[in-house]
């Protein structure tokens, strides 16, 4: 019984460790199924050689996805889409990895530094708030925010990060198309180094998102790259007396 349909030719170098033969694709997804397709060591059979990578790359992090977000990539790819195709490997980082940001880079000069998350929640309810009027028709999957607190005169930050489906052909790609939007100059994609697009730069933001996140209006910024990756952040409001008390 084949497991894996397609198979990698291997691309080995003179100096690659494991020239004289290596396990077959299936073996390696049995391993991987095992370990209920542990992010951490498809990352470190990544950097064994270049066929490892492939495998990962479009088997070992296809699957990852498939158990960490099922409903998410079944939508994903339904009606013909095909936006994950290629790009497994940064919807797996994206799914359990919080960029943060570094000072001078996407926002300026606030400065936390990235870090793994063990679960996060994408929602399709909650990525429409995200989308201008125009665009409401558009399907955008947004994470819950992971919160960092008490980060000086930034106050409480709270990082989120999303994909759209069918990017390449939606509503919010034409728009900025159309608004002749600019490219970050020197900041790539975390997840894909695609290029990104300022959402708040040309006024895309409505004001329903700051209600979503749970922030002050006008405090939310996101970016979205040629893939359709979001990688954005708003300042959270304090807790109230009533909300602190129902917490306690």
């Known amino acids: 019984m084949v497991l894996v349909f397609k198979q990698h030719r291997c691309t080995h170098s003179a100096s690659c460790i494991c020239i004289k033969g290596h ?9 991987f199924k095992h370990m209920n397709w542990n992010p951490r060591l498809i990352a470190i059979l990544s950097c064994v050689c270049k066929w490892f990578d492939e495998v990962a790359k479009q088997v070992l992090w296809k699957e990852f996805c ?22 497994w490997k940064a919807l797996g980082k994206l799914l359990i990895y919080c960029n943060g940001c570094t000072k001078g880079g996407l926002f300026n000069n606030i400065h936390v530094p990235g870090h793994f998350v063990f679960r996060t929640r994408f ?31 930034e106050g409480d930050l709270g990082f989120f990060r999303g994909i759209f489906k069918s990017f390449a052909t939606s ?6 198309i159309e608004k002749q939007a600019r490219f970050h100059p020197t900041e790539l994609c975390p997840y894909c180094k695609a290029k990104l697009w300022n959402m708040f730069q040309e006024n895309m933001i409505p004001r329903s998102a700051s209600a979503r996140l749970g922030a002050y209006d006008d405090s939310v910024e996101y970016f979205v790259c040629l893939n359709g990756h979001v ?18």
């Open 231 to 248: 990688i954005g952040l708003g300042t959270l409001l304090p807790l109230s007396d009533s909300e602190e008390a129902a917490d306690e």
């Open 171 to 176: 509503r919010v790609k034409k728009m900025l």
């Open 23 to 31: 396990l077959s694709e299936d073996a390696l997804y049995l391993v």
């Open 123 to 153: 929602s399709r309810t909650a990525g429409r708030s995200f989308l201008p009027l125009p665009c409401k028709s558009d399907v955008l999957y947004v994470s819950d925010p992971c919160e960092h607190l008490d980060q000086g005169e």
């Open 66 to 87: 498939n158990a960490r977000a099922p409903k998410m990539m079944l939508d994903l790819h339904s009606g013909g889409s095909h936006i994950v195709d290629g790009n």
